[in-house]
Structures are given as structure tokens and as C-alpha cells.
T-cell receptor, first 116, second 114 residues
Framework: KAGVTQTPRYLIKTRGQQVTLSCSPI?????VSWYQQTPGQGLQFLFE???????NKGNFPGRFSGRQFSNSRSEMNVSTLELGDSALYLC???????????????FGSGTRLTVV | KQEVTQIPAALSVPEGENLVLNCSFT??????LQWFRQDPGKGLTSLLL?????REQTSGRLNASLDKSSGRSTLYIAASQPGDSATYLC?????????????FGKGTKLSVKP
């Protein structure tokens, strides 16, 4: 059974550009969440999508957006990149919105974004 | 606002030692708590999930406990091995549905010396 797949694994972008990251959840999982991991702030929740709708959102500026397709695959977009956006971006999938009481989330290996 | 703290930030032990990692949270009204392992530059691997109604969960050499009233969880690793070296993260969930996002501690970096 394939796990959560994130592409690309590494990205280098210039300040001011925009970037799109992709996440394919485990087959049958309908919820996809995105997290940002930095050395200073640790892991922080960005948003969660379920049935193509954003259901929950963390405290990030509007430059961070996402979407989910009918096959549950999700993309995250960051516009007008800043140096502080350099981070490991992780996505996680779950069968249900908000996970389940005894299942939780399965994480992908992440996309390492470097903004120069 | 829920905050999750993990102490110590780093821990170094000799191989074979039993050890305990600590996690504390400020709001006892949690839905569940999950322990993860992260190897350098990699994603998260789920180790154990404890529901709010449970007191502990076990998997192999790992045992996690939960005391909601005191806002604490511990991860016990028995007979540590060099392969256990990684960063261990705990995360709490406040609710299900649209409240289901995880709130993470900053982790404990464990080094097991041969």
C-alpha cells in the first residue's frame, strides 16, 4: 500500500516568486492536511482539506493557499515568497476529516523549500 | 491556547539504557495524543496514539502513557538501540472534525551511543 507522496522533494526558489507543492494521500484517504516545519517555530498547522473544501485553517497569511481535487490529491501554493518561508512542508492524510480517534494521520516525507 | 512542551530538548544515552521522554500540554481537554519519530530531513513516522479515554498504549519496546488531569504524557523506550536515534515529537488534537489539527511540541532529539 503506497504511503503519502509529496513532490518535489527539494525546491530552490527566489524571493518574490511563487511555488506549488503537491501531495497524493494514501488511497482511500479523503483528508489532507499541510504543516510547515522550521527550526525556530517547529511544526505548525497550515490547513486541512476534505472533499475538495478547506475545513480548517491555521494562523498563516493569505499568501499560503491550497486546494484539493476530486481524487483527494492536494496542492499547496505560496505566493510572493519570503526568506522566512524556507522550511520543510509536510502533508498528512487521514480517512476522515480531523483524523479518527484511533487512527490519526499518516505523514509524507516532505518537500524541502529553500528561498534565496 | 493549547501549548505543548517537550523536555529535555536533547538527550544522549548509552545503548541498552531504558529512557523516558516527557510531553506536557496546557489544556487537558484533548481528543487524543500522538507520538511521532522523525529522522533527519525526513517526514514523521507515527509511533503510538492514545485516545483521551485511555491511560497507555504499547508497541514493542515503546510504551506511552497519558495523564490528562495533569496535562502530561511520557514515552518509555526500553533497551534503547542506536537505531532509536531520532527526534521524538508529541502532538495533541483538540477535537475531531474541523478541530482535528495537531498541535506539536518542538521535540526531543535522542542520541543512543553504541
Amino acid at each position: 500500500k503506497a504511503g503519502v507522496t509529496q513532490t518535489p522533494r527539494y525546491l530552490i526558489k527566489t524571493r518574490g516568486q511563487q511555488v506549488t507543492l503537491s501531495c497524493s494521500p494514501i488511497s482511500g484517504h479523503r483528508s489532507v492536511s499541510w504543516y510547515q516545519q522550521t527550526p525556530g517555530q517547529g511544526l505548525q498547522f497550515l490547513f486541512e482539506y476534505f472533499s475538495e473544501t478547506q475545513r480548517n485553517k491555521g494562523n498563516f497569511p493569505g499568501r499560503f493557499s491550497g486546494r484539493q481535487f476530486s481524487n483527494s490529491r492536494s496542492e499547496m501554493n505560496v505566493s510572493t515568497l519570503e526568506l522566512g518561508d524556507s522550511a520543510l512542508y509536510l502533508c498528512a492524510s487521514s480517512p476522515r476529516l480531523g483524523g479518527t480517534a484511533n487512527y490519526g494521520y499518516t505523514f509524507g516525507s516532505g518537500t524541502r523549500l529553500t528561498v534565496v | 491556547k493549547q501549548e505543548v512542551t517537550q523536555i529535555p530538548a536533547a538527550l544522549s544515552v548509552p545503548e541498552g539504557e531504558n529512557l523516558v521522554l516527557n510531553c506536557s500540554f496546557t489544556d487537558s481537554a484533548i481528543y487524543n495524543l500522538q507520538w511521532f519519530r522523525q529522522d533527519p530531513g525526513k517526514g514523521l513516522t507515527s509511533l503510538l496514539l492514545i485516545q483521551s479515554s485511555q491511560r497507555e498504549q504499547t508497541s514493542g519496546r515503546l510504551n506511552a502513557s497519558l495523564d490528562k488531569s495533569s496535562g502530561r504524557s511520557t514515552l518509555y523506550i526500553a533497551a534503547s538501540q542506536p537505531g532509536d536515534s531520532a527526534t521524538y515529537l508529541c502532538a495533541v488534537r483538540l477535537g475531531g472534525g474541523s478541530q482535528g489539527n495537531l498541535i506539536f511540541g518542538k521535540g526531543t532529539k535522542l542520541s543512543v551511543k553504541p
